[in-house]
């Protein structure tokens, strides 16, 4: 679940754009707090209420889930068709693009200049508007609240999923401290690359995990 929500393919191409304009690495750094600040609350919040109602009905916390788990599944599914039939117009076999299509470069060109702190909001924003995010928060969340972990060691625990769930953003950053301009190229062939093979990421996580929370799902039949 956390590598599902690494696989982010927008905030990864937002840390790209973000990392060589003025004063990058600290807005990057905002943006990746923003992002990771909800992402731990999502898991945290779901580990706790998972824990809370397994101790009262194990059983029926465990339906729950498989019936949660089988309408991700479900979503998935949908989001997967719907990526499909709004893909850009180099994808499709007409060539036409879809309304607004064009205006996705300039969004990403606007946050150039963005303030400091607006990076945070965008990390927030992005975080729980990538609509995969919240079902794979939820899902780990719920997962590490069946597993009988002491308060420290899930919220340990969602801090180190968190991270995995962080990487997009790690990555790029990590690479910029250690390699500073000299890097520059690098990610402009990593932002290139992604921009370029986006829809299929995204098609990939979606049917991915789609299949994975409808195999989970699915055991209440059993």
Not at 57 to 66: C, F, K, S, V, Y
Not at 113 to 142: Q, R
């Amino acid at each position: 679940m956390a590598m599902g929500l690494a696989l982010s393919p927008v905030a990864a191409t937002t840390a790209l754009v973000l990392l060589p304009a003025p004063r990058g690495r600290i807005k990057t750094l905002l943006f990746l707090a923003g992002w990771y600040a909800v992402l731990f609350a999502v898991m945290a919040l779901a580990m706790v209420f998972t824990d809370a109602a397994d101790e009262d009905d194990p059983t029926g916390t465990a339906e729950g889930i498989d019936i949660l788990h089988l309408v991700f599944g479900i979503l998935f599914f949908l989001l997967a068709i719907a990526a499909w039939i709004k893909r850009p117009a180099r994808d499709r076999e007409d060539g036409v693009p879809l309304e607004g299509e064009e205006a996705k470069p300039g969004m990403m060109a606007r946050l150039d200049g963005l303030g400091i702190w607006a990076c945070f909001g965008v990390g927030v924003a992005e975080a729980v508007l990538i609509i995969k995010n919240i079902p794979l928060g939820v899902s780990a969340g719920a997962t590490l609240g069946r597993a009988d972990l002491s308060t420290a060691g899930g919220l340990g625990t969602v801090a180190i999923l968190t991270a995995v769930a962080s990487l997009s953003i790690l990555i790029p950053l990590v690479a910029v401290l250690i390699g500073g301009s000299r890097a520059t190229g690098s990610l402009r062939q990593a932002r290139a690359w992604i921009e370029a093979h986006m829809t299929a990421i995204t098609l990939v996580v979606l049917i991915v995990f789609g299949t994975i929370f409808l195999g989970e799902g699915l055991n209440l039949a059993g």
